[in-house]
């Protein structure tokens, strides 16, 4: 029986979960991609804790007019941002699933260039 997109999807991001988890001093940084909209967050699966989160739907990011990966690009800046103003620097990068390739990427990026380590 074949899987649908969404099935396959989610049994990578399983397989990707065994290996990538956040602790206090390496939070997790995932991802989830919409058909529109980009979220991400960073969490520490230890305590069960959101860190900071950013998402293409935040008001300073959504009034820009921009392609999604340009979206996706700003919202993983903003990320950084409030990442940095926790006390996060170094993360580990959870795609969901997802390929490592365009809007993930750009976000990857984005919080890559504000000044996340991973």
């Not at 397989?15 to 940084?29: D, N, Q």
């Amino acid at each position: 029986m074949a899987l649908t997109k969404n099935e396959r999807r989610i049994r990578i991001k399983n397989r990707i979960r065994k290996v990538v988890s956040g602790t206090e001093a390496r939070p997790r940084l995932a991802v989830y991609r919409s058909n529109k909209e980009i979220y991400a967050q960073i969490v520490d699966d230890v305590t069960g804790n959101t860190i900071s989160a950013a998402s293409s739907r935040d008001k300073d990011i959504s009034s820009a007019k921009a392609t999604k990966s340009e979206v996706a690009k700003l919202v993983g800046k903003a990320l950084a941002e409030k990442a940095l103003k926790a006390g996060v620097e170094t993360i580990a990068f959870d795609r969901g699933g997802y390929l490592y390739h365009g809007r993930v990427k750009s976000l990857a990026e984005g919080a890559r260039e504000a000044g996340l380590k991973f």
